[in-house]
């Protein structure tokens, strides 16, 4: 029997992209390179996906706490990278192994199906791609049509090998473990990098004239990596036009479509309205009537039919309503709940805060760790005053109270259903249902003598 497991290499520490951050954790659109990838093989592979780790290894097991790693301490070459994780991979009964790079996010799932199937009793088989610029792209080498090996980039030179037809290695590979365990130790790094190289297994398995192939994938984008902050950009754009251009195919309402960006695990609904330049990462849901207005950051937020995100709000870990208003300038910090038609107005900051069903809070506010009830006026200028330098504290406010703008609420504290706070009031002791609470100097008018 036959198992297949795939592995990617991400131990390498990105020199190119001149950044602390490991390569495989740089973003695109909002999600790490190495998510993209996971996600291509997850519908294949499921739980039999491994990654090789090992510059800033810490840092890249943190940012995926379910995954399966090995640990290549020093990053001495793809083929090293290889070596580390057989022993670990024959262990768990592989007998199959898809290798793949860690730098290429715009993988997908068909990509890897297709490119299985053509591998399919092949004892090393590889995706190549065309290229017009093969740049730092191993070059794939064949004479006659007859595969003869990969040469990498620094190591290639035409008067050895000619002028190249453009076809590269895209770093996707498809081998046998035994053929791998046989040949492995036989890579050396007498190369102009001094690594050990995976792309040397082709010649080796073609000198004992196994079954090699090299599969070509045309000009699919899907397969390009990134090794510098322009091959990022590149990318980036690449997966965002795509999305987009899904979305609009679906139904999504997109003024500007060229400026907004949507990450790949964010789900909009056809009959949602977006307007460009414009944000939507993280597992956001952006349903169906809803409509977000330009310059909007949204993360991880839930914005309902007919709620209304308005220009310029900046939404992290949010829940949105039906019929809510949003913005302009408008911040909502993760547990910011906006019930039913409750609007929020212009530099207004909720942080772990519900507001209840019509409840408005519409201008120069924050609310930190408080509950509003349903109906409810939060005036200009209110302030929950939420921490004491060590902890939280919670603010209760009731149904269809009114807060008079500028009130500093000291929390804990809870004002009751129908109450009145004066404006300027610091609260510091709980309102009870229906009262008026006023909690500042009375104002004094002084007679002034006035000379002359
Ligand atoms: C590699 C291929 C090249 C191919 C290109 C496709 C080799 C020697 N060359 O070159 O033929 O055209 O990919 O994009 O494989 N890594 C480790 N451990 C290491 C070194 C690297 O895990 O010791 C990882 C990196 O994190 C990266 C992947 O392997 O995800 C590829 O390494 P990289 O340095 O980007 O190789 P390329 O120069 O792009
Ligand atoms: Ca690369």
Redesign the pocket.
């Known amino acids: 029997m036959s198992t297949h497991m795939a592995l990617i290499?991400?131990?390498?520490k990105?020199t190119r992209m001149h950044s602390d951050k490991p390569?495989?954790l740089q973003t695109v659109l909002g999600e790490p390179m190495l998510a993209s990838v996971i996600a291509a093989l997850q519908p294949v592979f499921a739980g039999n996906i491994f990654m090789?780790v090992?510059h800033r290894a810490e840092m890249v097991r943190k940012a995926f706490p379910d995954g399966r790693f090995v640990l290549?301490e020093e990053?001495?070459?793809?083929?090293?990278?290889l070596a580390q994780a057989l022993p670990v991979l024959q262990a768990e009964g592989c007998t199959h192994l898809l290798v793949v790079?860690?730098?290429?996010p715009l993988l997908s799932e068909a990509v890897v199906t297709g490119f299985l199937e053509k591998a399919k009793g092949a004892d090393l088989a590889f995706a190549t791609i065309l290229l017009d610029e093969p740049g730092?792209?191993?070059r794939v080498v064949r004479r006659d049509g007859k595969l003869m090996g990969?040469v990498?980039a620094k190591d290639y030179d035409s008067k050895t090998f000619g002028a190249g037809t453009g076809e590269?290695?895209?770093?996707m590979y498809c081998l046998s473990l035994d053929v791998a365990a046989r040949l492995l130790p036989r890579i050396g790094n007498d190369n102009k990098s001094g690594?050990y190289?995976?792309?040397d297994l082709v010649a080796l398995a073609l000198e004992e004239d196994l079954d090699v192939r090299g599969i070509a994938c045309g000009r699919d984008e899907s397969l390009l990596?990134v090794?510098s902050p322009r091959e990022l950009s590149h990318a980036e754009e690449i997966a965002r036009a795509r999305i987009v251009d899904a979305l609009l195919s679906s139904g999504v309402i997109i003024h500007a479509p060229e400026l907004v960006r949507v990450g790949p695990l964010a789900h909009v609904e056809p009959g949602a309205e977006i307007t460009g330049p414009c944000e939507i990462y993280g597992r956001s849901e952006i349903r169906r009537g809803a409509q977000i207005a330009s310059h909007c950051v949204i993360r991880d937020c839930v914005i309902e039919g007919g709620a209304e995100i308005r220009s310029f709000c900046h939404l992290e870990g949010a829940h949105v309503s039906q019929g809510a208003l949003v913005g302009p300038f408008a911040r909502l910090r993760p547990g910011a709940e906006l019930e039913a038609d409750s609007h929020v107005g212009n530099f207004v900051e909720l942080k772990k805060s519900r507001l209840g069903r019509g409840a408005k809070a519409n201008h120069l506010t924050y609310l930190g760790d408080a509950q509003i009830g349903a109906g409810t006026n939060i005036g200009a200028g209110t302030i929950t005053c939420n921490y004491d330098g060590k902890h939280k504290f919670q603010t209760h406010i009731g149904e269809k109270a009114f807060i008079g703008s500028n009130t500093a609420l000291v929390a804990p504290v809870t004002v009751g259903a129908g109450a009145l706070v004066g404006a300027g009031s610091v609260i510091t002791r709980d309102v009870p249902d229906e009262a008026l609470a006023i909690a500042r100097e009375r104002q004094k008018n002084i007679e002034r003598k006035i000379k002359g």
């Open positions: 290499l991400a131990a390498g990105g390569k495989v090789v090992g290549q990053q001495l070459g793809t083929g090293h990278a790079n860690g730098d290429t730092a792209y191993g990969i990498e590269v290695n895209a770093g690594e190289y995976i792309t990596g090794n």
